[in-house]
Structure formats: C-alpha cells, structure tokens
C-alpha cells in the first residue's frame, strides 16, 4: 500500500496546508483528500506535487507491505469504534 502520510508531516513542517497544493495547483479538494485517504494518485499528480514542492516522492509517500496496513487499519477503525461508542454514551448523560 501507498501511503502519503510524508506529505502531510513534510507541509506541516513547511508551514503548509493540503488547501496551499490544492491552490497552487489547482487540484480539486476531491484530489488533495485522496492524498489523506491514501487513494490512488496518478503520476501525473504526483508529479505536480513533488515539482512545486522539489522533493522527490520518497520524500512525500512510502510503500508499506498490505497486511502491515491492513492491520495497522483494523486497529485504528476499532479504536475509532469505540470513540464513537464512547461518545453516543456519553450524549445520553
């Protein structure tokens, strides 16, 4: 699995938002949500970002084995889960 999450410690430590690539690219916020959801990102894309950026893409993406992903995943939509437990319980206090 590809994963952006380099992007987005590599903008915060610029002082940047995924709204400024979205700006300065002008990529649609349906594109720049992908990079947060880790959705498939054309090349073409993926260019655009590292050209205005100048970093290569190791810099702003990796590669992580799919059931290292998956299962880094499933722990965090049963974390997620219970957070909206939590929070529905504590909506009827």
């Known amino acids: 699995m590809i994963v952006y999450d380099k992007l987005g410690d590599y903008l915060k430590s610029q002082n ?32 655009k970002v590292c050209e205005y950026l100048h970093v290569q893409p190791s810099e702003i993406m990796e590669w992580i084995p799919d059931a290292e992903y998956e299962a880094q995943n499933a722990e965090k939509q049963a974390i997620e889960a219970q957070i909206a437990e939590l929070q529905a319980k504590l909506k009827t206090m």
């Open 16 to 47: 940047m938002k995924y709204i400024d690539l979205q700006n300065a690219l002008g990529l649609s916020p349906s594109m720049t949500a992908k990079f947060t959801k880790n959705r498939i990102i054309s090349t073409d894309t993926l260019n």
